[in-house]
């Protein structure tokens, strides 16, 4: 049997205790600070979005492993230079895939971001990422070389469709039992996620 796929998840961490998550399934992460610093460990999430994107992507993969890297902190923000940091660290932990559930709209990054992509390009790793927000374009995502991700609120959770060329897929995360789905978390965070674990299932299977 291959050994499992290994998906990095820039976020805001992960809380192993969810009943969501497979702490088995975790592999030791990083925490990184907005001037592009970094610890390892220090990767429970107080947010919670980490934890969902992670869930979802364990969902689709039930055979990966996941390397939770921290950027959110005490909130849903991160520097440019921090998810640039948080990227390398992902390719010098070899991972096979990195999805990133987020970006940013403004341009200036984006010679940083094609930099990095390059980077992962070379060490043979895929990153999934928003490609647009809203209509408007996204970097990482949007850039040559990144898997960019766009809503379709119609696709099912568990495939994703190509249209142009685009990736579309659901923006709903794993449900949660007694939750209705438009009172859980939703949003392209969830349709890059689904994508990554749909792309790491594919991987493992060969």
Known sequence: MPDP??????????????????????????????NGSFTQGDTLDDLGHGTAVTAAIMDQAPDALCVPIRVFHAAL???????????????????????????????????????????ARVAEIQIVAARDVDGQACYPG????????????DCPRGIYSVQDGVIHASGHPRPIPGVEQRRNLHGVSFAVANVSGIKGRERQAG
Do not use: C, K
């Open 77 to 119: 923000r991160a520097s440019a230079r921090a998810l640039v940091s948080a990227i390398d660290l992902a390719v010098e932990a070899r991972v096979d895939l990195i999805n990133l559930s987020l970006g940013t709209v403004n341009p200036a990054h984006s010679a940083a971001f094609a930099a990095v992509v390059e980077r």
């Open 5 to 34: 796929v290994r998906i990095a998840i820039i976020d805001s961490g992960v809380h192993p205790d969810h009943p969501h998550i497979d702490a088995a399934r975790l592999l030791p992460g990083f925490s990184v600070a907005r």
């Open 142 to 153: 949007s850039l040559d070389g990144v898997l960019g991700v766009t809503l379709d609120w």
